[in-house]
């Protein structure tokens, strides 16, 4: 039940974050997300949207390759053609690191939502992987997939791809 055609999601986003680590093992992360999404080339219409997210996330080390962490989330997104939703998406997850730059994340909880106040149960789990030739140059990728519904409230399944590069001067 993956849509047929291949979407093209252009997202613009702001992301101001505070820290606090509490001890070597245990950091609070919070702030807050707006951003502006279209979906370009796809039939999806009436996705495109303007949102808010506010978030926190507890994480705890249990070893040095596990670690723990609890998200909670509050978002607001206003569509340029369907209802607004807010919502409060409490989820939970694991991340377990494979060497230096190899990263298993896998996440479940209220993380998906339904248009008319339903929140779903869902998971999502993420493989990342990375190259840091040298200090400056970081190189990364991610494969995603995520169970979710679209705006109509219907099921699909979503693979998300991501290359990043980054320098850092």
Not at 79 to 100: C, H, I, K, N, V
Not at 134 to 160: A, C, K, L, N
Request: hydrophobic share 30%; net charge positive.
């Amino acid at each position: 039940d993956q849509p047929s055609n291949l979407t093209q999601r252009n997202h613009f986003y702001v992301k101001p974050v505070w820290e606090k680590r509490f001890s070597r093992k245990m950091d609070l992360r919070a702030g807050y997300e707006f951003s502006r999404v279209d979906y370009t080339s796809s039939g999806l219409a009436g996705d495109d949207y303007f949102g808010h997210r506010f978030f926190a996330r507890w994480s705890g080390e249990i070893y040095r390759s596990l670690t723990l962490y609890q998200d909670n989330q509050y978002s607001m997104k206003y569509f340029e053609a369907a209802p607004d939703y807010t919502q409060f998406l409490p989820s939970a997850g694991a991340r377990m690191l494979f060497g230096r730059n190899f990263t298993v994340d896998t996440r479940y909880g209220h993380s998906f939502v339904k248009t008319g106040d339903q929140r779903q149960n869902g998971y999502v789990y993420s493989i990342i992987g990375g190259w840091v030739p040298t200090s400056m140059i970081r190189v990364s990728g991610t494969f995603q997939r995520r169970r979710t519904t679209d705006i109509q409230g219907v099921p699909y399944t979503e693979r998300y791809y991501e290359l990043l590069l980054q320098y850092k001067p």
